[in-house]
């Protein structure tokens, strides 16, 4: 804790204003320092090399998975477009909501915006694609070496969570490297994972709603969409591919936490997160507790582990910003409750609010500055 004098213009946490620059014991002004992100290492086009060539995998996959998926549902869509249509609108309203819910649970400041949308984009295409034709290949191996009862109840399990978890998880760790200053812990792999996850739901519930008209023959086609969009986005929900990916990519977010060099304790952790989210998923499509109480007990089951994970992390993240916050307090010459306070969205506004509106706009850019260089500092191992 800085040992200069109490300032009468500063304010607890609650109050979390935006101080006056502060004077020393003579009275001459304290030190003033305005933070600034560290520049990244820039080679090729501005992007380090394994960056680069992470953007380059994740245009080429999704390029792929739009492709296949187009293949797919081409004459579908032709054949049922009023009902394509309609998958479309509520696919966008999920996808809308869920991109704002996902990235506002993230603590102290919203995820970097290109990042989540990548991610997004990848679920979407390139991990729905290529479970799509992974699905298809395994299922007919288990339909040979098990037979066609075997496969017809436990198929989906035995293919889906192997498939599906790995194409999202594949994912998850190329926008890590690609945006290595977007996932450098636990709960920044849990967010952009869920992001993954939100796209590859909002693509599938597309594809079971069209396959569901297409088994009804195209009779009362737009009940039909409307029930999968309930039954998928209302009832399994809170339990579905967000939160598998959301809980393997906190294991991701403990990998590059550690430079991707982790130690035996970090690395067994990441390992048991990505089996967890493999385990959630198998649960969650196997016959075990079928019916309708059966599902709800699976869904609330998988939203209970990814909150348990969630917070968890979530804690420590918060700890390591206020301390990395309270340094730049010291740094700047703010007092430590004022400093440590603008690590809460609300505190900051509030701050904002009680400052002229003429000098409005620059305590904004200080704050997001010092916020910044606070996350560069807590995850930089500086504190």
């Known amino acids: 804790m800085s040992g200069a004098p109490e300032d009468p213009r500063s304010v607890d946490t609650r109050a979390a204003r935006v101080p006056a620059q502060r004077t020393s014991r003579t009275g001459a002004p304290g030190p003033r320092r305005i933070p600034a992100p560290r520049a990244p290492e820039r080679t090729l086009l501005g992007y380090r090399l394994p960056a680069l060539t992470s953007m380059v995998l994740i245009a080429l996959f999704c390029l792929l998975g739009l492709g296949t998926l187009t293949f797919q549902l081409a004459g579908t869509v032709r054949v049922f477009f009023a009902e394509a249509a309609l998958g479309l609108v509520f696919g966008a309203a999920t996808l809308l909501f869920g991109f704002w819910l996902f990235r506002r649970i993230r603590p102290v400041r919203a995820p970097d915006l290109p990042a989540s949308l990548v991610a997004v984009l990848w679920g979407m295409t390139a991990a729905t694609g290529g479970a799509l034709l992974a699905n298809s290949a395994l299922s007919g191996v288990w ?36 945006f290595p200053r977007a996932l450098r812990g636990p709960v920044d792999g849990f967010v952009l994972g869920a992001l993954v996850g939100l796209g590859f739901e909002v693509t599938e519930n597309l594809i079971y709603g069209l396959n569901t008209v297409a088994m009804a ?74 019916g309708f109480a059966g599902i709800v007990f699976k869904v609330l089951l998988n939203f209970a582990i990814a909150l348990a994970v969630y917070f968890a992390f979530r804690h420590a993240h918060r700890r390591r910003v206020r301390r990395a916050l309270a340094r730049e307090g010291e740094e700047v010459g703010l007092r430590r409750s004022s400093a440590v306070a603008l690590a809460r969205r609300r505190a900051r506004r509030r701050a904002l609010r009680e400052v002229p509106e003429a000098e409005r706009a620059e305590a904004g850019r200080v704050q997001e500055l010092m916020v910044e260089e606070a996350e560069d500092r807590a995850f930089a191992n500086r504190v």
């Open 217 to 290: 023959g195209g009779v009362n086609g737009a009940e039909a969409v409307v029930q999968t969009t309930v039954l998928r986005v209302v009832l399994t929900g809170f339990g579905s591919h967000w939160a598998m990916s959301a809980v393997a990519g906190a294991g991701v977010g403990l990998l590059a936490a550690a430079g991707w060099l982790p130690g035996r304790r970090r690395a067994v952790g990441a390992l048991l997160l990505v089996l967890t989210a493999v385990g959630m998923h198998w649960l969650f499509d196997s016959p075990l507790l079928d």
């Open 143 to 178: 339909s040979k070496t098990m037979g066609l009862a075997f496969t017809s109840a436990w198929g989906a399990a035995l293919t889906a969570p192997l498939n599906e978890e790995l194409f999202k998880l594949v994912g998850i760790v190329l926008v890590a490297v690609a």
